[in-house]
């Protein structure tokens, strides 16, 4: 009956139960173990294997229907487990890409399309990089012009600053780097400015294109190849205005013609002119501070800001939206990924 109990074990712990019955200190079969001391030598001979091959036996036993109790609990977990890939899935909230992410990866394949790589670099500069070597003369208002934010002055008197456009990281990677040269630089910047049409923290795209006998041509081609790419346009009709620029010249700002239709804004013909960059020729003084000597080396740069782009290109109507991290707003204006 003792297997009969055995077998009848559900769980685990009713089996613990039949084996301390069975096989405990105190257990059946420990009493009649406790027996055998007092058993002549002939009993003792007969009864001691027989009751050690009942303990063996037991114990078997036990230890089989311990594993088969253990074989069914696995199953029905698994089996409990088990995904039902048929369920239809439950709507998870996807993120949607900023349209300023957006539009500097769709400046980076047109620009790459051109040859151009893209580079990097940091937006705490230094004066060298983002003044002295691109041509601003020492305690020239130019250099307020730029409303810099400044960090405190070190002990040696310098003055890290927050870079005040990406034309820095053309100084980095002329001295850094061997001609030819095109790249494109994307990135923040910081100007102590702020109103509807600008934001403390904004972005730029920076080109630079370094290279025996270039011309502003080829910079007038490539811009333009840009814009038709960028706007997604046959035709388009541009003007370079004269401009100043310290680390340039020529310096021209760069206007494309627009209309408007209706309440719609077309971009790329028509009787008005909207500025939408800075370039030039790299200044001879740029190329020298960066060891290139001007007689070999010329070159073309320009900055552009990425906002202004992103918002004609996708109808964003107010600049602060862009950066007030509103999860509706980019619901609305942001990109699938
Ligand atoms: N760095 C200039 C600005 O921020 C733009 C520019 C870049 C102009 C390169 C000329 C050449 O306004």
Known sequence: DLSDRIAAAETEAALEEVRVHALGKKGVVSERMKTLGKMSPEERQQ???????????????????????????????????????????????????????????????????????????P????????????????????????DTFFFNEKEDGSRKLLRTHTSPVQIRTMMT??????????????RCDSDQTHTPMFH????????????????????????????????????????????????AEMDVGYERVGGELRIGQGERWMEILGCGMVHPNVLKACGLDPDEYQGFAFGMGVDRLAMLKYGIPDLRDMFASDARWLEHYGFDP
């Open 123 to 146: 937006e705490i500069e230094d004066d060298f990089h983002n003044f002295t070597a691109l041509n601003f003369p020492p305690d020239h208002p130019a250099r307020e012009t730029h």
């Open 204 to 251: 730029q795209v920076e080109g630079l294109v370094i290279d025996r006998e270039t011309h502003m041509g080829h910079l007038k081609g490539t811009l333009e190849a840009f814009i038709k790419a960028f706007f997604e346009i046959d035709e388009v009709t541009t003007r370079l205005r004269p401009h100043h620029f310290p680390f340039t010249e020529p310096s």
């Open 177 to 190: 780097e061997k001609p030819p040269l095109r790249i494109i630089v994307p990135g923040r910047v910081y």
């Open 47 to 121: 009864m001691g294997p027989a009751l050690n091959g009942l303990k063996a036996r037991i114990g078997e036993a036990i230890a089989a229907r311990k594993a088969m109790l253990e074989e069914a609990a696995l199953e029905a977990r698994l089996a409990s487990e088990k995904v039902d890939i048929t369920l239809p899935v439950r709507p998870e909230a996807k993120g949607k890409i900023h349209p300023v992410t957006q539009v500097f990866e769709e400046m980076a394949a047109i620009f790459a399309d051109m040859g151009f790589e893209i580079r990097e670099g």
